[in-house]
């Protein structure tokens, strides 16, 4: 059951600044634009969204490459919910490089992957966001992130490799808000692989 939001404003025009392993919640009017902006370069923003409506439609990275018809998220791009609802257009992409296969650092992966004990990770950012707004912690699942600016390999022989991002000092993507959203962001803290270049930085979000 999803738990009741508490009264929460739309976010005001501005930036806000997101120190490294950082998080921010927020909460979006229909045709609002944010900007995300990678201020040195090679640093991952994990993204969740939801309807303000009915929390309980989601972002979809699974239907929004169904919706598009595209792999790779980039300018002219259209995310999706998980009932093919329209919920962010892409503006602008100084990039290109995102992870469209859903998923974020949690510290049941980094154990299987990297035999880690417990770390801190996108989930636990994700899930501190969802708190503030309000949400119910339990319906964020890996199809409902997009991993800004995160480089995944994908090989002919059916491998996938993480390797470092590609983005330069001020690179930027910005979204336009299709319906009111809820949004939640994870200035990734993951440094047991590549995604950050293993030197986690900080991240700009500048609302319209």
């Known amino acids: 059951m999803t738990i009741t ?16 392993r950082g998080r921010l919640a927020l909460k979006l009017r229909k045709g609002q634009k944010m900007t995300i902006t990678d201020v040195k370069g090679q ?4 993204m969740i969204a939801a309807m303000v409506d009915d929390p309980n439609e989601r972002l979809s990275c699974m239907f929004s490459r169904v919706s598009s018809g595209k792999w790779d998220l980039n300018e002219g791009y259209t995310v999706y919910s998980t009932k093919c609802t ?9 990039n290109g490089t995102h992870n469209m296969t859903g998923g974020y650092c949690s510290q049941w992966s980094n154990a299987i992957r990297y035999g ?7 989930h636990d950012n994700l899930v501190g966001d969802w708190e503030e707004l309000g949400l119910d912690v339990e319906k964020i699942s890996p199809d409902m992130c997009i991993s800004l600016f995160m480089n995944i390999a994908h090989h002919a022989d059916g491998t996938m490799q ?3 991002p590609t983005t330069k000092p001020g690179d930027r993507i910005t979204f336009e808000a299709q319906e009111d959203l809820y949004i939640g962001l994870s200035n990734c803290p993951e ?6 270049a ?10 319209e």
């Open 116 to 122: 880690t004990g417990k770390t801190f990770t996108c």
């Open 162 to 164: 993480i390797q470092e």
């Open 191 to 196: 440094e047991h692989n590549p995604c950050n």
């Open 86 to 94: 329209p919920m962010l257009n892409v503006l602008h992409d100084d």
């Open 198 to 207: 293993f030197h986690v930085t900080e991240m700009d979000v500048t609302i």
């Open 43 to 46: 640093q991952v923003m994990d």
């Open 5 to 20: 939001a508490p009264f929460i404003d739309f976010a005001v025009p501005g930036t806000i600044h997101v120190p490294a």
